[in-house]
């Protein structure tokens, strides 16, 4: 089951602050979010386990809340390199394989 | 190797050959995954291979599209009988395991059908 990503875009000045929202009909394990930049592969941001944890590095961070199956990623003080398409990743319980949203387009500019 | 690696890295063919994508993941990695993504669209999944288990591979599209993971390690995604939808960057990730470690992409084969 996929899971929903929303905005599906989003522009950002830099220095403002973004948030992006990432939910599933089903069951948690885990959360995983991705940073693709264009024309190449995406790259591994964090990943969060069922325990409602929240992580973070830099100005990039992710809340887990295992029982409404939801994350969200929070990027503060945006960058120009911050620009890119972020995926959130699900896996559910039991033996299901790790399932990607359809992105959400973010762009900073000066 | 360093990483996960992909060939060919273009592939370009005619509608109707098949085509084979072959994906090496990263030594002692045990999960391999097959995401194709069309132009401007997300990571859509195909197979997911964990070990010896059989593979997962509800994410098919037809029975036109295979994999095979030969001894737990090289992966080879086969397309028979290509159709220009078929037209995508097929990308191979791998990990230690399923859920809760990183997920290492290689950096994908983009595949144009004529």
């Known amino acids: 089951q996929q899971p929903v990503q929303s905005p599906q875009a989003v522009i950002l000045r830099e220095g403002e602050d973004a948030v992006i929202n990432c939910s599933s009909s089903k069951a948690l394990y885990s959360v995983h979010w991705y940073r693709q930049k264009h024309g190449e592969a995406p790259v591994f941001l964090m990943i969060?386990?069922?325990?409602?944890e929240q992580k973070g590095h830099d100005k990039i961070s992710a809340s887990f809340n295992e029982k409404k199956q939801q994350s969200s990623l929070y990027l503060t003080a945006s960058q120009l390199s911050y620009s890119g398409t972020y995926f959130c990743g699900t896996v559910g319980s039991g033996n299901t394989p790790l399932v990607f949203g359809k992105g959400t387009r973010l762009s900073v500019i000066a | 190797g360093a990483g996960v690696s992909q060939s060919p890295s273009n592939k370009v063919t005619e509608k109707g050959k098949d085509v084979e994508l072959r994906c090496d993941p990263i030594?002692?990695?045990?999960?391999l995954y097959w995401y194709r993504q069309s132009l401007g669209q997300g990571l859509e999944f195909l197979i997911y291979?964990?070990?010896?288990?059989?593979?997962?591979k509800s994410g098919l599209p037809s029975d036109r599209f295979s994999a095979e993971r030969t001894g737990g390690s090289v992966s080879t995604l086969t397309i028979q009988r290509t159709q220009q939808e078929d037209s995508a960057v097929y990308l191979c990730?791998?990990?230690?395991?399923?859920?809760?470690?990183?997920?290492?992409f290689g950096p994908g084969t983009r595949l144009l059908v004529l």
């Open positions: 969060l386990l069922k325990g409602g």
């Open positions: 291979f964990q070990g010896n288990s059989a593979p997962d």
């Open positions: 030594s002692g990695h045990t999960a």
């Open positions: 990730a791998s990990s230690t395991n399923r859920a809760g470690e990183t997920q290492y």
